[in-house]
C-alpha cells in the first residue's frame, strides 16, 4: 500500500521567508509525527498529532513554527520568517494510536530545507 | 528524560562476517525500543521493535537485537552481512510510563559492509 508522502521532496527558500511543507500519511493512521534531521543527527522531535488535535508540541523550537492537522490526515508544518538554523530534512512520520503505544512509526521520504 | 546513545559513529565489516550495532538507552521505566535504517535520500526505514518477552527480537532483512535489561542495551545484530546492508542505523526508545513521550533517537551509526 502507500506509505507516508511528504511534498516538496526540496525546497530552497531565502532568509524571511515562509514556508509550507506537507505531509500525506498512511490511511488509517491517527497518529502523525514531525520531526527534524540536521546533518549527522537522529531526527529530533517536533509535533505530535493524535486525530486534528496537536497532543505534543513541545518539539516546536519557537513560536515561528507551527503546524495543523485540520481534518485529521494531512498534515502541514508551517515556519515563519526562516532563518539559516531552519535548514535541515523535515521527516514526517504516522502510526497507528497512540502516543503511549507500541506501535511503530512509519516516516516519509522527507522535505530537504535550504534557507539562504 | 529518556536518552539513547549509540557509541559507535561507524562500523566496518567485510561482506559475509555478522555485524554488531551497538545501542544503549536511559529510561525511568520499562522501555519500548526499536530499530531503523536510512538508505541515502530514503526516509527511515522500520527494522524490528522490542515491547515485552522474549529477549531476542528478529526483524526485517535478517536483523535481530537483544535487550538486555542489566546492561540497558539492545544491541543489533546479523549474523552474515551484505554490501546492500550498508547505511546508517538509528536506535530509538520510548518510556511509556511517562505518558506523553515522544521517540527519542539516538545520533546514528553508519554501517559500511565492504566485498
Known amino acids: 500500500g502507500a506509505g507516508v508522502s511528504q511534498t516538496p521532496s526540496n525546497k530552497v527558500t531565502e532568509k524571511g521567508k515562509y514556508v509550507e511543507l506537507r505531509c500525506d500519511p498512511i490511511s488509517g493512521h491517527t497518529a502523525l509525527y514531525w520531526y527534524r534531521q540536521s546533518l549527522g543527527q537522529g531526527p529530533e522531535f517536533l509535533i505530535y498529532f493524535q486525530g486534528t488535535g496537536a497532543a505534543d508540541d513541545s518539539g516546536l523550537p519557537n513560536d515561528r513554527f507551527f503546524a495543523v492537522r485540520p481534518e485529521g490526515s494531512v498534515s502541514t508544518l508551517k515556519i515563519q520568517r526562516t532563518e539559516r538554523g531552519d535548514s535541515a530534512v523535515y521527516l514526517c512520520?504516522?502510526?497507528?494510536?497512540?502516543?503511549?503505544?507500541?506501535?511503530?512509526?512509519?516516516f516519509g521520504p522527507g522535505t530537504r530545507l535550504t534557507v539562504t | 528524560a529518556q536518552s539513547v546513545a549509540q557509541p559507535e559513529d561507524q562500523v566496518n565489516v567485510a561482506e559475509g562476517n555478522p555485524l554488531t550495532v551497538k545501542c544503549t538507552y536511559s529510561?525511568?521505566?520499562?522501555?519500548?525500543l526499536f530499530w531503523y535504517v536510512q538508505y541515502p535520500n530514503r526516509g527511515l526505514q522500520f527494522l524490528l521493535k522490542y515491547i515485552t518477552g522474549d529477549n531476542l527480537v528478529k526483524g526485517s532483512y535478517g536483523f535481530e537485537a537483544e535487550f538486555n535489561k542489566s546492561q540497558t542495551s539492545f544491541h543489533l545484530k546479523k549474523p552474515s552481512a551484505l554490501v546492500s546492508d550498508s547505511a546508517l542505523y538509528f536506535c530509538a526508545v520510548r518510556d511509556p510510563s511517562s505518558g506523553n513521550t515522544p521517540l527519542v533517537f539516538g545520533k546514528g551509526t553508519r554501517l559500511s559492509v565492504i566485498a
Open positions: 529510561v525511568s521505566g520499562n522501555p519500548y
Open positions: 512520520a504516522s502510526s497507528l494510536t497512540s502516543r503511549t503505544g507500541p506501535y511503530e512509526q512509519y
